[in-house]
């Protein structure tokens, strides 16, 4: 174990934490910190996240149609609501605009009701008629439910699937598109991020050995031999580590979008924009994107650790991994993290992808481990 920690504490010294952290917060800045900073992002957006909420608060993680009359019963009443006010304005009754109906379809073109209009939509943002444009909007997606559903698995031919999800309730859960959008970018950039930094700790792990000509003597020895499966268990633990903090992190960032609300929501709800194979919620869909995360990370770290033992150079090193962590990033991007799961690819695809990962990560270790057993010093 002493041997074990050692190499943990070789792989995390203060140079290689140093240049991670630089690459982290440069990454944050250009691709994490915008989703953090602004969601919802602006207005209608904001205004429907608080009306979900709220009728999550009423209605629970579903809508049933009896709930849904009731949603455009209050509806109806907020559109009372907006037409009280436009009678409180002189200015929009001299314009003949008393009503919502009226001041939906005030005419373009015409400056004094274009100024009418951006005063309260933009310069004063009267919450009531920002949230009509939201609620509008979420019981058009609830009235086409099943008609969007049915466009969007088109390309799948398998009918007693699409009825079994059309005859249960999940089509009713309340989750907005933006939400599970903002998540799948962050987790999907998060991995990356992560699948990086794994492949340039780990990837020192037998090059400074190498240059050090350090091998040589370890291969002296029996003992020596052995430090090889050491070295793979304090790179394991290395990329657990780093993935774990960097998760971490991610989730007290996250906390911060309050999504709370939407956690046992399933991802098939009527405003959802990307369809899934498997019906889970909300929260079970961000455990299965971390586990997937610690899978790709441990790939990632056996690859780094083959590759650091094949070259002896770290230009080499690089030139070797940037390839590699072209194709993973790619694949995070397309189907292994981001909507992972989606009809967009089949089932098989994604399952299969991720074994010929590991059989391959495993692989690569046990031929390299049997080797290294039989090495002759040079």
């Not at 190499?7 to 995390?12: M, N, Q």
């Not at 304005?89 to 003949?96: K, L, Q, S």
């Not at 598109?177 to 780990?202: P, Q, R, S």
């Not at 770290?314 to 194709?327: D, N």
Request: proline share 2%; charged share 20%.
């Amino acid at each position: 174990m002493r041997i074990i920690w050692y190499e943990i504490r070789k792989l995390l010294d203060w140079k290689i934490i140093s240049l991670v952290l630089l690459i982290s917060v440069l990454f944050f800045e250009l691709f994490l910190s915008f989703d953090f900073d602004h969601f919802p992002n602006g207005r209608p957006k904001g205004d429907t996240f608080k009306v979900t909420k709220q009728m999550i608060d009423q209605y629970g993680t579903e809508m049933n149609e009896k709930e849904f009359q009731d949603f455009k019963e209050t509806y109806q009443k907020e559109v009372d609501k907006a037409g009280d006010y436009l009678q409180s304005r002189d200015d929009f009754v001299e314009a003949g605009v008393t009503t919502y109906e009226q001041f939906k379809s005030m005419a373009d073109g015409k400056e004094k009701l274009n100024e009418l209009h951006n005063d309260i939509m933009f310069d004063k943002g009267i919450d009531v008629f920002w949230e009509l444009q939201s609620r509008e909007s979420i019981m058009e997606s609830y009235e086409r439910k099943k008609e969007d559903f049915f466009k969007d698995t088109a390309h799948i031919h398998n009918s007693a699937w699409k009825q079994d999800i059309v005859k249960g309730s999940s089509l009713n859960a309340i989750l907005p598109h933006f939400v599970y959008e903002n998540y799948n970018n962050l987790i999907t950039m998060f991995a990356i991020l992560i699948i990086l930094t794994v492949m340039i700790v780990v990837g020192r792990v037998f090059i400074t050995d190498q240059q050090n000509y350090a091998l040589h003597l370890q291969y002296t020895t029996h003992i020596g031999r052995k430090l090889f499966k050491k070295k793979v268990i304090a790179s394991m633990l290395t990329a657990f580590v780093i993935t774990s903090v960097y998760i971490g992190v991610f989730l007290l960032l996250y906390a911060g979008n309050d999504p709370q609300a939407f956690l046992q929501s399933s991802l098939r709800s009527f405003d959802a924009h990307t369809i899934h194979w498997l019906d889970m919620s909300f929260l079970q869909y961000i455990y299965l994107t971390i586990m997937a995360v610690y899978l790709l990370a441990f790939v990632a770290a056996a690859i780094a650790m083959f590759l650091s033992r094949a070259v002896n150079q770290y230009i080499s090193l690089i030139g070797a991994q940037v390839p590699i962590a072209v194709v993973l990033i790619l694949l995070i991007s397309e189907y292994l993290v981001s909507n992972l799961f989606g009809i967009a690819y089949p089932m098989y695809m994604t399952i299969g992808t991720y074994a010929g990962l590991l059989v391959l990560g495993v692989a690569i270790l046990i031929t390299r481990w049997r080797k290294e057993r039989k090495m002759d010093i040079k």
